[in-house]
């Protein structure tokens, strides 16, 4: 936006961007008896002030061997970076020597970017004019980019280095050998709610989105007593499963299925010397095991993460042991329970 005030100082502020792109393996030679292209970038969102600029600068150019085009470009970007990577790719599709865009919205300076064959260069410069108004101005800024352009075509270097392009982002390799450690919890049975316990599990990634993994679940005892008998419960669940993870450079969702098979212990004690018991018959159950975890990485190789599994029973499962008299049932898990943990990965490889 121009700012227009004669009683203070006129402050106009025109970025300039000019790129030139000489590459050995994509060279655009201009003939000795063409004129040179310079190429100015058009926004779609320009307003008239900005084509009146372009007229000046044209009348500017036209004494020197430079083919002004003015060229209209769709999605301008503000990113400083995706701006200089359009005009670099404009520059090495028409061969221009220069591609520059002026920027009306900053009042006081004018930034003049040039890039050469010997690097990036940046040239800062102020307009400052105490009469006249917009044609005026758009005049000192149409000498400032003739004088630009003709020292590009003398060989000169102008202003001070540009920064580098900003190199293209890439997708965060995957892990190959993943392990983690976690607080386990999960809803049991009626008789003992919350089973409390750790996982552990190593992890191999077969492709990007794809890995295998085994678990061991290190479950607390479960303890019940009636009024003539009293167990221990000792599960010892093992997974083997696959999983889909998807990353981002800071988050990781996974989802998975898992086979379960839970070898349980006992250790059982008559509270009556009327009882005899013995131990229950099965001693083995399977589940199948589907789950969702989403991590958050904390550093370079560790992540923490929130894990959701849903342990379905094969087969309904209940702990009885027989005695003498009537068997006496100590508890019957649930067929269906979440398991809820929260714990850290580390990547090995």
Known sequence: MLIENRTLAVALTVSVLGVVLLLACFPHPVHANEPAPVVMLLPDTSDDALYRAADAIAAQLTDIPVRFIAQRVEGWENEFYRRVDRARHIASSRGA?????????????????????SGGRILVRNIRSDEGGEEVQFETLAVIVRGAIKSILDGGRIGVSAPPPKPAQTQPAYDRINTSIAYAAKLYSTEAPIAHGARVEISLGLFRQLRIFAAYRLQIPLHFATELVAADIRPHP?????????????????????????????????????????????????LISP???????????????????????????RYVLETTGDPIVITTPWRVGPLFALGMTFTLL
């Open 238 to 286: 093992v997974e083997l499963g696959l999983a889909g993870r998807w990353r981002s450079p800071k988050w990781i969702l996974e989802i998975g299925l898992a086979m379960v098979e839970d070898f349980v212990t006992f250790e059982v004690m008559a509270l009556d010397n009327r009882v005899e018991p013995s131990e229950p018959k099965r001693k083995y159950v399977t």
């Open 97 to 117: 020597i220069s591609v520059f865009w002026i920027d009306l919205s900053a009042p006081q300076q004018v930034f003049l970017f040039i890039e050469d064959p």
């Open 291 to 317: 789950s969702t975890r989403i991590g958050r990485r904390v550093g370079d190789v560790a992540t923490v993460f929130l894990s959701i599994n849903l342990d379905v029973a094969l087969v309904k499962n």
